[in-house]
Structures are given as structure tokens and as C-alpha cells.
């Protein structure tokens, strides 16, 4: 059974600087894309950071980009969401997810995406 289990969420102030990290179990860690997304009330889930199996290929939503930075660790079967300069817009539940995609291309849609964490949230205070 696969398990991806999110933690670091919390309350932070803008301009913070926290990190999350997402566990997996259950899967060959390395062969998967692993990616963040957040969603918001009333909104759709969106895509914010991918990393491919070696963690050498990366790709960030354009509301993150220079800001989050996405890395993982094939030993420890853990993936990583650094946020920095956080700001109130960034508040919503964060979800880790991981690709079964066999080709091992790095996807920003949603349902490319087989498996998901229960999620995290993160609110940004002003």
C-alpha cells in the first residue's frame, strides 16, 4: 500500500522561510516523479514544483517560481518544499504526490499524478 505522508505545515508570517517534507512507503521511491501541488478553498488544486527520479530536473508553477525550491533524497524515500518569502496568497493545504509514468516525464496536471498525501496546511499571516 502505497502511504505519502506530508509534514511541516503550520502558521508562518510572510516572508518566512519553512520547508515540508513528504514521506513516501509502499512504492520504489527513486522511479517515481514526485511533485507539490496546494490547493484553496474554492479553488483548483495547482500545480507548484516537480523533481524528476534523480532529482536533477526540476519544474515550478509560475506563482513560485524563484521562490520554492523542490529537491529529494532517494535514501531517505523523501521528497522536500523549501518556501521562501512566503506571502498570505500562499496559504492552502499543500498535497505530495508521486507519477507512475513509466516514461519518467516530469507532468504539471494533476491527473498525471496516481498517488497523493492527505495534505498539509500552511497559513501566511501579513
Known amino acids: 500500500q502505497v502511504q505519502l505522508v506530508e509534514t511541516g505545515g503550520g502558521s508562518v508570517q510572510a516572508g518566512d522561510s519553512p520547508g515540508l517534507s513528504c514521506v513516501a512507503s509502499?512504492?520504489?521511491?527513486?522511479?517515481?516523479?514526485m511533485a507539490w501541488f496546494r490547493q484553496s478553498p474554492g479553488k483548483e488544486r495547482e500545480f507548484v514544483a516537480a523533481?524528476?527520479?534523480?532529482?536533477?530536473?526540476?519544474v515550478y508553477g509560475d506563482s513560485v517560481k524563484g521562490r520554492f525550491t523542490i529537491s529529494r533524497d532517494n535514501v531517505k524515500n523523501t521528497v522536500y518544499l523549501h518556501m521562501s518569502s512566503l506571502k498570505p496568497e500562499d496559504t492552502a493545504t499543500y498535497y505530495c504526490?508521486?507519477?507512475?509514468?513509466?516514461?519518467?516525464?516530469?507532468?504539471?496536471?494533476?491527473?498525471?499524478?496516481?498517488?497523493w498525501g492527505q495534505g498539509t496546511q500552511v497559513t501566511v499571516s501579513s
Open positions: 504526490a508521486a507519477d507512475n509514468d513509466p516514461t519518467g516525464r516530469v507532468q504539471e496536471a494533476p491527473r498525471s499524478y496516481d498517488y
Open positions: 509502499g512504492l520504489t521511491f527513486f522511479r517515481h516523479v
Open positions: 523533481i524528476n527520479w534523480d532529482g536533477r530536473s526540476a
